[in-house]
């Protein structure tokens, strides 16, 4: 199956570009091989952002060899739920790491992850130090402190091109069916898959998810699953086990 270019994919979900945007992901893609299928890169108020997922990708593809995260306890108040992070990537064994902080707070963040300021604040604090150690000249989307987990203005214009996963709704049948699938075919806990649904879209919950966000994770999941079952089981095994399956 031949997956639609990213230029095809940004101009389906974001309309018309201008050759600017459209020289500028080019470039990105070329460079760091990030894709918006998988939920590496998004396009808000005019400018690019990579995220989370995409700085991971680009980590992992290099070797990193390890990212050490500590709280900062003079500058985080848990009760007004303010935290701060720093963040240290190794790029080798020999490297002395590239440092990098991050905050939250219920100022800074979006409504959709209040309460959430603790895994914000760390992620960011990721974010900065991954983006100093691999020399991502771009902000990752994790860091603006508008960010709600998803582009707010995307046009309904055109339909993003895709694979056949089914056209419902993110808990519509045919995704879901898809997502055990994978789960039963590569023997993934469930649980694990959920927590990393959630953290792949940036949401509380898989319900403040889009169908895109949804649809986006299942195709990176699968392409993961197949071309590297032991890195997705590390990453995986990064999260705690959640009460509820993920189906």
Same mark, same amino acid.
């Given at each position: 199956?031949?997956?639609?270019?990213?230029?095809?994919?940004?101009?389906? #979900?974001?309309?018309?570009?201008?050759? /600017?945007?459209?020289?500028?992901?080019?470039?990105?893609? =070329?460079?760091?091989?990030?894709? /918006?299928?998988?939920?590496?890169?998004?396009? #808000?108020?005019? =400018?690019?952002?990579?995220?989370?997922?995409?700085? #991971? !990708?680009?980590?992992?593809? +290099?070797?990193?060899?390890?990212? $050490?995260?500590?709280?900062?306890?003079? *500058?985080?108040?848990?009760?007004?739920?303010?935290?701060?992070? =720093?963040?240290?990537?190794? =790029?080798?064994? &020999?490297?002395?790491?590239?440092?990098?902080?991050?905050?939250?707070?219920?100022? %800074?963040?979006?409504?959709?992850? $209040?309460?959430?300021?603790?895994?914000?604040?760390?992620?960011?604090?990721?974010?900065?130090? #991954?983006?100093?150690?691999?020399? @991502?000249?771009?902000?990752?989307?994790?860091?603006?402190?508008?960010?709600?987990?998803?582009?707010?203005?995307?046009?309904?214009?055109?339909? *993003?091109?895709?694979?056949? %996963?089914?056209?419902?709704?993110?808990?519509?049948?045919?995704?879901?069916?898809?997502?055990?699938? @994978? @789960?039963?075919? $590569?023997?993934?806990?469930? +649980?694990?898959?959920?927590?990393?649904? &959630?953290?792949?879209?940036?949401?509380?919950?898989?319900?403040?998810?889009? !169908?895109?966000?949804?649809?986006?994770?299942?195709?990176? *999941?699968?392409?993961?699953?197949?071309?590297?079952? %032991?890195?997705?089981?590390?990453? *995986? %095994?990064?999260?705690?086990?959640?009460?509820?399956?993920?189906?």
């Amino acid at each position: 199956m031949t997956r639609p270019s990213n230029a095809v994919v940004a101009e389906a #979900l974001w309309g018309n570009l201008s050759q /600017i945007a459209l020289d500028v992901l080019e470039d990105l893609t =070329k460079r760091y091989s990030l894709r /918006i299928t998988f939920g590496e890169l998004l396009y #808000l108020d005019g =400018k690019w952002y990579i995220t989370h997922s995409g700085l #991971l !990708r680009i980590a992992r593809r +290099n070797r990193c060899s390890g990212i $050490h995260v500590r709280s900062i306890l003079g *500058l985080s108040d848990p009760a007004a739920s303010r935290w701060a992070f =720093k963040a240290t990537v190794y =790029k080798s064994k &020999t490297c002395r790491g590239f440092v990098g902080y991050g905050d939250a707070d219920p100022s %800074n963040v979006s409504p959709q992850v $209040h309460g959430a300021e603790m895994r914000v604040a760390e992620t960011r604090a990721v974010n900065r130090a #991954l983006r100093k150690a691999y020399g @991502i000249g771009i902000c990752s989307v994790e860091e603006i402190g508008s960010f709600a987990g998803q582009p707010t203005s995307r046009p309904e214009s055109k339909k *993003l091109p895709q694979p056949a %996963n089914g056209n419902g709704n993110h808990g519509g049948p045919k995704v879901r069916d898809r997502l055990c699938q @994978i @789960i039963r075919q $590569h023997q993934l806990d469930p +649980n694990l898959v959920k927590a990393y649904a &959630t953290d792949f879209c940036g949401v509380k919950t898989l319900r403040d998810a889009t !169908r895109a966000q949804v649809e986006n994770f299942v195709e990176h *999941l699968a392409d993961w699953a197949e071309k590297d079952r %032991n890195a997705l089981l590390c990453q *995986l %095994n990064s999260y705690p086990g959640q009460k509820e399956g993920a189906a």
